[in-house]
């Protein structure tokens, strides 16, 4: 009984264990090479007396381990020094709407900005995370696990740390040379920081199509800052945020709408970008961004950008529309046929305008509002600010108009008040696989045995439009 129980324990501790990907514990030394570059002026691994493995100077319920690496980073260096190291290859499946999170242990004598950065390669690499900052580490002296949010997929074995990644003159903020520690170094689906307890969050339900509007839209609440904010400026949690509308005029009169504050001290590029909990699926029947807009100040360019985790759209502009200078405008952007597929993020920049800069064009901060925001199949610009199309979440019942059958065909039972119906079939990708039109109360589509996740999307009489995800 004491072997069944023994065993019983271990099996349970390994799937605990078999959940975290472990990039480097310090115990067993380095895999490969290893070194440190811009601590000492601009040359790359100059030794590795400034990045080693010691003993743990302070154990703790944080990190008890023996071993740990420790960065001597000196008050000579640049501010963006940083210690790196090989570890055995991993793949890393990862998106926005489905992250991994990187988990790393910090021991300090400062509290600042720790960045971290996976790489395939050091230099030109194909597989990037990018540089990922947190500005969570509070405690000095003791042991903090910091969390960073990882959303593109690839395979990675490299990893640089850099662990005061503030871009200040260290001769201002250091006394000398610091020892910084780091060890546990661990990928898993859990966002929260070791010893500490979760955030009470509520289901996050901002959807598109969006005109903000409800109690839950793409800009609420406030607390989801990886859903959205803004970029490119000074942040404040006041920048994007739901107000009412400043003007109920012409063709958007809704009560609610977005409000973005342009910062004077931002980049020419600065915007915003929302991340709804559905996916866009971009295709030749479903290929018009419309966004609408209200300005008090000149008609700029605007340039919108979808995304997800490998690939986006680039940037597509629009020349802004003197007619929308204390008005509202509905801009339409049409998304390239090669661009088609599915993304998971909208970032949008209202102020697209690079010469002259935003501090020489405006005397303070600027307001621009924006409304509507939706996916649909026509060019011509709306004439009302109220949205009604894909993923609108007051059509949710056209979920059980939509069944598949044991054959794999998929029947759509219309209701009884709309005899005139649409529907297309569309894969992952976004490309067309089957179409019927003009139909009755009762159709059935054909998948000649296809398999994985498809999208049905159904168009009625009255122009309103449905899709409805199924797995064949």
Known sequence: MKKITLLLSVLFSFSLYAQDIVIQ?????????????GNIGNTPDENHENFSIVNNPAKSEINNSDKV???????????????????????????????????????????????????????????????????????TNEWQDVVFKITRSGTFKIMEVKPDFVNQPLADRLQGDIDIYFDNIVINDDPTPLGEEPEPLPEYKGKMPEGFEGANTLLDPLFYEERFGTFGQPAAATDLVVVDNPAKVGINTTAKCAKFVRKMAGQWWAGAFMVPVNTMVVSETNKYFHIMVYRETE???????????????????????????????????????????????????????????????????????????????????????????????????????????????????????????????????????????DVNASVTIPTNQLKGVYLVKITTLTGNVYNVKVCL
Not at 25 to 37: A, K, M, R, V, Y
Not at 79 to 106: C, D, G, M, R
């Open 299 to 437: 008609a700029t360019p605007l340039s919108l950008k979808l995304e997800n985790s490998e690939d986006n759209t680039g940037d597509i502009i629009l020349e802004g529309n003197e007619a929308g200078t204390y008005d509202w405008v509905d801009y339409v952007f049409e998304i390239p046929a090669e661009k088609y597929g599915i993304y998971e993020r909208i970032t949008f920049m209202p102020d697209f305008y690079e010469e002259a800069a935003p501090a020489e064009r405006f005397f303070d901060n600027i307001n621009i509002y924006f409304d509507a925001l939706e996916l649909n199949n026509n060019p011509a610009p709306r004439t009302s600010g109220e949205v009604a199309g894909i993923f609108n979440p007051k059509n949710d019942e056209s979920i059980n108009w939509v069944k598949v059958e044991k054959s794999g065909n998929i029947v759509i039972d219309f209701p009884e008040n709309d005899r005139k119906y649409s529907a297309q079939l569309y894969n992952v990708s976004g490309q067309l696989v089957n179409s019927l039109k």
């Open 25 to 37: 514990d310090f115990e067993s030394g380095f895999l490969s090479t290893w070194g440190t570059n």
């Open 69 to 139: 690496g420790k960065f001597h980073r000196l008050q000579s260096g640049n501010w963006w020094a940083l210690a790196w190291f090989e570890f055995n290859e991993i793949q890393i499946e990862a998106s926005l709407t489905k992250p991994k999170y990187l988990h790393i242990s910090v021991y300090k004598p400062i509290a600042s900005t720790v960045c971290i950065q996976l790489k395939d390669i050091m230099i030109q690499p194909t597989n990037n995370t990018g540089e990922l900052k947190s500005d969570k580490q509070t405690k």
